[in-house]
């Protein structure tokens, strides 16, 4: 039973995340910065942003082994095609026809978006099971450097904001808003969803 709760937090917090990440992108406000850098690189070198969440992951996976010096987490890449698949699901599917207009609206679909990435990913890193390697570089930064979960990930966004930057990215206003809210909000939830994880998992046993 510990085993469903572990792989129904994953499956979840990853379909919560996905849809976060598919939200800001439709808000046109701006993305968070590793997802503008997946939609830049779709619109100038070609392929869907789901595609480029998994090229750029597999990079991330080497990055981060040389953070920690541990040997590559190629376990992570069946996290990087569920995400992958979600996300184009999500944006090519369900919100093909979506568009958002009137800054009132665009705004609420952001910050719809933008707490649906935080919740899942908070949720999705209970199980402990192969991380994004985005979310993996939060962690290696905070285990190699000392660092709390919001200072990590607000790192790890600046650095793929300068990525974005290069490929002409959906860069606005959001995209500032999502690089320094985005690690407050996971450390905002991430209490909350280790202790109802918590209490499943003794509960199963």
Same mark, same amino acid.
């Not at 480029?52 to 190629?74: E, Q, S």
């Not at 719809?112 to 899942?120: E, K, Q, T």
């Given at each position: 039973?510990?085993?469903?709760?572990?792989?129904?937090f994953y499956?979840?917090?990853?379909?919560?995340?996905?849809?976060?990440?598919?939200?800001?992108?439709?808000?046109?406000? *701006?993305?968070?910065?590793w997802?503008?850098?997946?939609? +830049?690189?779709?619109?100038t070198?070609?392929?869907?942003p789901?595609?480029?969440v998994?090229?750029? *992951?597999i990079v991330?996976?080497f990055?981060?082994?040389?953070?920690v010096?541990?040997?590559?987490?190629?376990a992570?890449?069946?996290?990087?095609?569920?995400? +992958?698949?979600l996300?184009?699901?999500?944006?090519?599917?369900v919100?093909?026809?979506?568009?958002?207009? *009137?800054y009132?609206k665009q705004? +609420?679909?952001?910050v719809?978006?933008m707490?649906?990435? =935080?919740?899942g990913?908070?949720?999705?890193l209970?199980?402990?099971?192969?991380l994004?390697?985005?979310?993996?570089?939060?962690m290696?930064?905070?285990?190699?450097?000392?660092?709390?979960?919001?200072?990590a990930k607000?790192?790890?966004?600046?650095?793929?904001?300068s990525a974005?930057?290069?490929?002409?990215?959906?860069?606005?206003?959001?995209?500032? !808003?999502v690089?320094?809210a985005?690690?407050p909000? !996971?450390?905002?939830?991430?209490p909350y969803?280790?202790?109802l994880?918590n209490?499943l998992i003794? =509960?199963?046993r």
């Amino acid at each position: 039973m510990a085993f469903v709760y572990r792989t129904l937090f994953y499956i979840i917090g990853l379909i919560i995340l996905s849809f976060g990440v598919s939200m800001t992108i439709k808000a046109g406000l *701006g993305t968070g910065a590793w997802d503008a850098l997946n939609v +830049g690189l779709s619109q100038t070198v070609g392929l869907t942003p789901g595609s480029w969440v998994v090229i750029v *992951g597999i990079v991330m996976i080497f990055v981060n082994a040389a953070l920690v010096k541990r040997r590559p987490d190629v376990a992570a890449i069946i996290t990087l095609l569920i995400t +992958g698949v979600l996300i184009d699901f999500w944006l090519l599917r369900v919100f093909e026809d979506m568009v958002v207009t *009137g800054y009132a609206k665009q705004f +609420g679909v952001f910050v719809l978006g933008m707490v649906a990435l =935080s919740f899942g990913l908070a949720v999705y890193l209970q199980p402990k099971f192969p991380l994004i390697p985005i979310d993996n570089f939060m962690m290696a930064l905070r285990e190699r450097f000392g660092l709390n979960l919001m200072v990590a990930k607000t790192l790890g966004e600046v650095f793929a904001l300068s990525a974005a930057f290069i490929f002409k990215g959906p860069i606005g206003i959001g995209t500032l !808003i999502v690089t320094f809210a985005i690690g407050p909000l !996971i450390q905002l939830f991430y209490p909350y969803c280790e202790k109802l994880y918590n209490r499943l998992i003794t =509960s199963a046993r």
